[in-house]
């Protein structure tokens, strides 16, 4: 864990604590239904954290998930988040997908345009 702040024009960061992947037993994201950026992390103790947003949230379960397929394959839960949004096969995952999801937005809305604008008999 690191502390931010900033001193005028320079940022300063200092660690606070460090904890091992091989420790972590369990990620849990409180509410997957709402959006907040709220989550625990279960260690020997359960430690409660807020991310910048949910969406750093959920890269933040994203990352670890895949840094603990790469090099522990050990059985690591992560409840309450929505498997939708956490799975990197994902259409709507935002890993370097961010702009495929806005184009299909912008088909689909275009595509209600026309609709809208067409006169039927």
Not at 49 to 65: H, P
Not at 68 to 91: E, G, H, P, Q, R
């Amino acid at each position: 864990m690191v502390k931010h702040w900033r001193v005028d024009r320079e940022e300063k960061y200092e660690i606070v604590e460090k904890w091992f992947l091989k420790d972590l037993e369990m990620i849990d994201g409180k509410e997957a239904d709402t959006d907040n950026p709220y989550f625990d992390m279960h260690f020997h103790k359960v430690y409660s954290m807020e991310a910048y947003s949910c969406a750093s949230k959920y890269t933040f379960a994203r990352t670890l998930n895949k840094l603990n397929a790469m090099y522990l394959k050990k059985d690591f839960k992560i409840v309450n988040f929505d498997d939708t949004y956490l799975n990197d096969d994902s259409f709507w995952s935002s890993t370097n997908r961010d702009f495929l999801v806005v184009m299909r937005v912008c088909f689909y809305a275009s595509n209600l345009l026309c609709l809208s604008l067409c006169r039927f008999s």
